[in-house]
């Protein structure tokens, strides 16, 4: 694949990162990994935001991916999801390739609709949120399931109004985006991608829009969920959510991954001088 | 200092600096006398003008009230809203259809749309009504069958299959069609990007994104514009007096040359023309309102609201009407 980039060299091998997360449970059973990434490569015009990124994590686990802005960690997320195709790499999902399907020894590109099909069991929470502002919070949440999983109005608008109990915000279901705060969107949104039943959930910097007081509220319905045992990727620089709800917690600087290995090794005892020079930066 | 040109409510001015509460103010406005002087002088000009054309001797009034409710000029308003109406929703059809086809990085449609909307935006609305009024000239038989083989499903003449008429409206209609489709894809460049990432996300295929989310909020933008395109269609619709296509326009010419009577027919025209156009300001708000909604945090009241709302003599604004119940 790519030579060794940049930071290959700096990257230490305390777990390494395809093995730390896909490797024998507790009873020594082999877990499937949900998501695997081996190798991503994503380049735009000529310059490489991911130079071969690969990771696994295992169903009900957290991952928290950290690192400095412009370092490919978003755009490794939205690889995912197919929000951007990548170069170079596989990545699947639940043992399927996102965005190609292989037969034989052949890949072919998936057309948009199967892309779609694949993209409702991963659901995405946006940095701005995204919410479709000329519906309320209720249609936000059931506009797929209705229109695209095909369930009647009346079982979606139940569901709805549960999930949005759930992120504490059922007085609000008729409210438009635009009379929500930040906070109340983000969870509006959290709301809209869980209809979907999901098996893996991103988060694109979640709380980063957010007033410092509402950003609670909002890792308050994440750790719930991450306690459901939700199967999470999570983009982010809250360092305290990392440390108290991921399972793993990866650095990625460059466009290729420093370290990663559990919160209390990466976050507490960081191996390269890169993570801690970041972790200095941002706690 | 400040405080000398504060008058205090209805408190009794005792001492020299009379005290003021620092909760109100409740300052004597600042004139505006230019504003009167302006207004007044415009007043009497209008009034003039209005006066002249009244005592015009060459205008003969009876014949403006003779004609404006005219059966053949009503005929006329009616083909004219007629036309309009069905030009205006089929090329919106056809525009979204283009916008659509122009924003697809399908490279054969993206090139289809580009050529559409260069043709018919290129050239004279009037040379493509003549175009499809003539079309007979040009190919006299239509005919639907199988390319180079002798076999044909119908043929019919060209004259029969699109008299005046039909030729007008498809002027008007595949015209307009490119103006709306430019139209259409600025409301939908106007989106944010996140909403398709959103849509997509939650499984949305292209299609339902487009219908669903998209549209509806590019609406927002292509209200206005096509408002402005539907009073331009009414009044365009006078071009088809040059196929002979009974509309308003062509009536009045017709009844003047018979009775040479030019000017009151042109004033009774104009008058069907601007009363049309001020009607259609109507829908044109409402559609804005609705398709409004989420936007702004609450809605605006409308007109009828606002005036129930005097005649109630209960103001609008919550606020004060909170601050009012509390006094």
New interface residues.
Partial sequence: MTGPGPGTSVATSRATTASLASGPDALGVAVEPLLSALKVRKSYGGVEVLKGISLAVNPGQVMCLLGPSGSGKSTFLRCI?H?ERIDGGRISVGGELVGYAQRKDRIFEMN??E???Q??G???V?Q?F???????ALENIT??PI???RISKQKAKDRGLELLDRVGLASLAQS????LSGGQQQRV?IA??L??DPQLLLFDEPTSALDPELVGDVLDVMRTLAADGMTMVVVTHEIGFARGAADVVVFMDGGVVVESGPPAEVLDNPQSPRTRAFLDSVM | MTQATLTGPGRAAAGPAPEIDPDDIVAVPLRHPWRWILAVFLLIGFVCLGISLWQNQNIDHPTITEFIFNPRILSGVVLTIMLTVVAMLVSSVLGVLLAVMRLSNNPVMNTLAWLYVWAFRGTPLLIQIVFWGYLGLLYSQISMGIPFTDFTIFSVDTNTLIPALTAGLLALTLNQAAYSAEIVRSGMLSV?E??Y??????????V?TLF??VL??AMRVIIPPMGNETISMLKNTSLLSVIAVLELYTVATQISSQNLRQVELLLVVSCWYLFLTSVLSIPQYYLERY?G??????LPPTPFQRLRAALRRTPINTHRTDSQDAS
């Fill in positions: 999801n929000l948009p609709r892309v779609a099909r993209r409702r991963i659901g995405m946006f701005r995204n919410l479709f502002p000329h519906m309320t506009a797929a229109g695209v999983r438009y985006p635009a009379q949104a809209r991608a209809a979907m | 944010d996140g909403q990432e959103a849509a997509y996300s939650v499984g949305m295929s292209p339902f669903k989310v509806p909020q398709y909604r989420g936007k702004a945090r609450s």
